[in-house]
């Protein structure tokens, strides 16, 4: 079982930047791909990106993609969201997750993710 706590979100205005965090605690966190998704109000919850376990790997949803970049540390064990010109419509809660296979080849973009954070959210001022 792994635990994940996410942080880093806030209030910015359209155009500015803001960085999440996602600490992964109870296993160990290298072998494991992660990935964010978010959730507005009123809204499905939606995929965002995704990173494989070793790094090389990324994924974006296109309407996050050149603007939002994913990374982890393994070292730290924490994944990152950096991003970029935000826009009033990317605002929701964010969640990272972390997929139950280890060292999942497929992953992204098929993942099978398995846990969840508690969020952090996100909004964005127009």
């Known amino acids: 079982q792994v635990q994940l706590v996410e942080s880093g979100g806030g209030l910015v205005q359209a155009g500015g930047s803001l960085r999440l965090s996602c600490a992964a605690s109870g296993r160990t966190f290298s072998s494991y791909a992660m990935g964010w998704f978010r959730q507005a109000p009123g809204k499905e919850r939606e995929f965002v990106a995704a990173?494989?376990?070793?790094?090389?790997?990324?994924y974006y949803a296109d309407s996050v993609k050149g603007r939002f970049t994913i990374s982890r540390d393994n070292a730290k064990n924490t994944v990152y969201l950096q991003m970029n010109s935000l826009k009033p419509e990317d605002t929701a809660v964010y969640y990272c997750t972390a997929e139950g296979r280890q060292y999942g080849s497929s992953c992204p973009p098929l993942c099978d993710f398995r846990s969840w954070g508690q969020g952090t959210q996100v909004t964005v001022s127009s």
């Open positions: 990173i494989s376990w070793s790094g090389g790997s990324t």
